[in-house]
């Protein structure tokens, strides 16, 4: 049976040192790389000759804007729509990366915490930032909500601050873990089908099913994707909301 954790391996394509630090160009980076070039390249296309009449491209160009556009404006608000380039760079981003570990020979740039984490670092820093300059100070109130009792004071403040501390964590974590397990699974399920084709002919009829289950599996997988996605970028909504309002 295949290694299960071998499609998580990165390989240097290019070496590229630069002193102590590796710039290799891998397998990781073309991935990326082509969820950047196909996103812009998509958009571009789509919304080169804005026809007042749309075509089917722009249409789905405009559903994709309209939906990150509303899931901006019903978890931070209007005030937030500041926000919004930075929400759908996020979320078509992650989203190509789910659906190309989809396609055969492609790597899941997502199932790697390096690059979820570096996803929710971002969200982390912008919230911070954005909260002191709109703020300032009082942006620290967060930490205390309203109407608590004063002897509970002392317990809730470390407690609020180390929720928000982890944030970044399980941010990152619930990305690469969802995609990481749904990816083994479909890898030792093909394994069986695999294996059982190698046994003889009565053994490939029985490795049918191990095949009828992985493409199910694969279009579960596909919505698993495109879900894993959303939840991103909404919990990113919802982080993004403390900058622009703290319910004081």
Partial sequence: ?????????????????????????????????????????????????????PDRVQVCAELFYEFVSKMVKLNIGKKGLHYLPFVFTIFVFVLLGNVLGLVPYMFTFTSHPIVTGALALSVFITVFAFGLRNHGLHFFSLFLPPNVPW?????????????????????????????????IVLKVVASFAVAAAGMGAAWTLLGAFPVLVNVAMMVFELLVAVVQAYVFAILACVYLKDSVDLHH
């Fill in 1 to 53: 049976m295949a290694n299960p954790i071998h499609q998580f391996e990165i390989h240097r394509w290019i070496e590229l040192p630069l002193g102590s630090f590796d710039a290799s160009f891998t397998n990781s980076s073309f991935a990326m790389l082509t969820a950047a070039v196909l996103s812009a390249g998509f958009l571009t296309l789509a919304m080169k000759k804005r026809a007042v009449v």
């Fill in 151 to 183: 002897w509970l004071i002392p317990f809730i403040i470390p407690i609020e601050i180390i929720s928000y501390f982890v944030r970044p964590l399980t941010h990152c974590v619930r990305l690469f873990a969802n995609m990481m397990a749904g990816h």
